[in-house]
């Protein structure tokens, strides 16, 4: 089941790993990488955007052919498996409401007063008319459980050392794309630029890395923005304007009365 804004679809049920994602860069010194293998640097990357605890403000910029609009909103997380995202602007949107807690994906409609548990076939669905899918923004497992991966390049590109890498699905995982390729700065682990190819190998949409920005005491990308390959003139942002890490935060938080603004 979904509510349709005016805006586009509110399909609100995975708004968390990309989000979060990024969230909680650098929650860990970057190590080393000398010796390791494809698989345990894109490993400690999907660490560095993990994280223990977090909460930050984000912003998102929609654009379209046909209308923009800005969505404000609130995110918590607790490792992988907790997350609760609630809009806060505009005002006809303030309160709906995403939760994770475990396998659980709910979402909560203020407007009908109704918490929806949200089903797998949704997940492949547009975020609030936005680039970015259901799927993008809460994912349950680590991408080196669902993909192989390989060294594609490794060294100085526009002046920068960096590691690109192909990921490949594994036969059965169960992911949108038929493959992605991803580029990291060596120094920091910081991730520059992803590029997603559907199962037919056309390049379907890019999302770049930018901003990096002290918060707190760690070093983000406070930007990332997604553009569709078949609407150049299109385009999602995500920007954080504040992050705090490590927060006293428990798994009592994540739940269904908080869901409905903790009422």
Not at 60 to 85: A, F, K, N, P, Q
Not at 220 to 245: C, G, H, R, W
């Amino acid at each position: 089941m979904s509510y349709t804004s005016p805006a586009g679809n509110f399909d609100m049920p995975r708004l968390l790993k990309f989000v979060v994602a990024t969230i909680a860069c650098a929650c860990f010194a970057a190590p080393s990488a000398q010796g390791q293998t494809a698989r345990e640097i894109v490993d400690r990357v999907d660490q560095l955007l993990r994280g223990r605890s977090s909460t930050g403000s984000i912003r998102m910029d929609i654009v379209t052919e046909h209308w923009s609009r800005t969505l404000e909103m609130r995110i918590w997380s607790l490792g992988t498996e907790y997350s609760l995202i609630r809009l806060t602007a505009p005002v006809r949107d303030a309160g709906m409401t995403t939760l994770k807690a475990g396998d659980d994906i709910w979402n909560y409609l203020p407007r009908v007063d109704r918490a929806i548990r949200v089903p797998p076939s949704l997940m492949g669905s547009s975020w609030m008319g936005s680039h970015f899918t259901n799927d993008d923004l809460v994912k349950e497992s680590r991408i080196i459980d669902d993909y192989d991966i390989e060294i594609a390049f490794e060294g100085l590109r526009n002046g920068v050392e960096v590691w690109e890498f192909v990921l490949t699905p594994k036969p059965e995982a169960a992911v949108v794309w038929g493959s992605i390729v991803e580029e990291v700065r060596q120094n920091d682990m910081m991730p520059l630029w992803a590029n997603y190819y559907d199962e037919d190998g056309n390049l379907a949409r890019t999302i770049t890395f930018s901003n990096f920005t002290m918060m707190g005491d760690r070093l983000v990308p406070a930007l990332m923005t997604v553009q569709p390959v078949d609407k150049p003139e299109e385009s999602t942002s995500i920007s954080y304007e504040d992050l705090q890490f490590d927060i006293d935060i428990t798994e009592d938080f994540f739940s269904l009365r908080q869901l409905r603004g903790g009422s």
